[in-house]
Nanobody, 114 residues
Framework: VQLQASGGGLVQAGGSLRLSCAASTSIFSINYMGWYRRAPGKQRELVAGVTAVGSTNYADSVKGRFTLSRDGDKNTVYLQMNSLKPEDTAVYYC?????????WGQGTQVTVSS
């Protein structure tokens, strides 16, 4: 499975961005797809994820601000990020995993200025 991530950029605090993660296979066949981020000097952390049946989970730091959605026709998972904060600045990565395999997309930089 190949993943293509896009949508990062520079935004002011309080602004919004939408990240996209396009998969080379049906997203409904993937057990779990998640967005992770790594900020400078910090460990990678899970931001949000969705199971094949649509159950979502979010990091406490983004609950109420970030929303996952899916488009099965485009095999794409989106991460809508609202009310962005400077501490959201990081490289964001999408990941897909099922039994026996895991795949990563390339990172996309999100920079939130204060």
């Amino acid at each position: 499975v190949q993943l293509q991530a896009s949508g990062g950029g520079l935004v002011q605090a309080g602004g919004s961005l939408r990240l996209s993660c396009a998969a080379s296979t049906s997203i409904f066949s993937i057990n779990y797809m998640g967005w992770y981020r790594r900020a400078p000097g910090k460990q990678r952390e899970l931001v949000a994820g969705v199971t094949a049946v649509g159950s979502t989970n979010y990091a406490d730091s983004v609950k109420g601000r970030f929303t996952l959605s899916r488009d099965g026709d485009k095999n794409t998972v989106y991460l809508q990020m609202n009310s962005l904060k400077p501490e959201d600045t990081a490289v964001y990565y999408c990941n897909a995993k099922s039994t026996g395999w895991s795949a990563w997309g390339q990172g996309t930089q999100v920079t939130v200025s204060s």
